[in-house]
T-cell receptor, first 115, second 111 residues
Framework: DAGVIQSPRHEVTEMGQEVTLRCKPI?????LFWYRQTMMRGLELLIY????????DSGMPEDRFSAKMPNASFSTLKIQPSEPRDSAVYFC?????????????FGSGTRLTVV | QQQVKQSPQSLIVQKGGISIINCAYE??????FPWYQQFPGKGPALLIA?????SEKKEGRFTISFNKSAKQFSLHIMDSQPGDSATYFC??????????FGTGTSLTVIP
């Protein structure tokens, strides 16, 4: 299995531009999570999906952030418009169950820099 | 509000030494405590986990010590190796609910 695949690995964009991050979860996993990692706040859960349905988006910082999961094999996290404070590493993770005892499988992340 | 507080932020250990990372929590309903290991450019990966019905769990050179009354748990890495150099995250959850992660500890093992 190729694991959780995220793209792009790195993204540099100008303030005000739209940014789209992509994730392909492990085949067969039915839960998908988007996390943001910063030095100051560590790992923050932004949103999670179960069976392609958004369950909890309370971690989404503001309306500029949106996430979709059109099918079981693909999800996007969009920031529009982007701001310098959005600079972080964004991780996607998937799991077999909603909150499994055996942990999530994380992707390698997308490092976003907004200048 | 940080649900899980982790210390130290960074740690430097000589090869062969013991690395100790500590975490504390407040929510007594937490019943699952995993540790994740993250190498540069990679996502976190589950390393070892414990439930509060035991006070210690060991897997190879990695041991979790759990003190339920103090609401603390720690990761011990015995015979630390340069290959252990990574960022370590503790986490806590109530089974069936989300994980709360600590802010991470950057471990450097000097040869």
């Amino acid at each position: 299995d190729a694991g959780v695949i995220q793209s792009p690995r790195h993204e540099v964009t100008e303030m005000g531009q739209e940014v789209t991050l992509r994730c392909k979860p492990i085949s067969g996993h039915n839960s998908l999570f988007w996390y943001r990692q910063t030095m100051m706040r560590g790992l923050e859960l932004l949103i999670y999906f179960n069976n392609n349905v958004p369950i909890d988006d309370s971690g989404m910082p503001e309306d500029r952030f949106s996430a979709k999961m059109p099918n079981a094999s693909f999800s996007t996290l969009k920031i529009q418009p982007s701001e310098p404070r959005d600079s972080a590493v964004y991780f996607c993770a998937s799991s077999l169950d909603r909150y499994p005892d055996y942990g999530y499988t994380f992707g390698s992340g997308t490092r976003l820099t907004v200048v | 509000q940080q649900q899980v507080k982790q210390s130290p932020q960074s740690l430097i250990v000589q090869k062969g030494g013991i690395s100790i990372i500590n975490c504390a929590y407040e929510n007594t309903a937490f019943d699952y405590f995993p540790w994740y290991q993250q190498f540069p450019g990679k996502g976190p990966a589950l390393l070892i986990a414990i439930r509060p019905d035991v006070s210690e769990k060991k897997e190879g050179r990695f041991t979790i010590s759990f003190n339920k009354s103090a609401k603390q748990f720690s990761l011990h890495i015995m015979d630390s190796q340069p290959g252990d150099s990574a960022t370590y995250f503790c986490a806590a959850s109530i089974t069936g609910n989300q994980f709360y992660f600590g802010t991470g500890t950057s471990l450097t093992v000097i040869p």
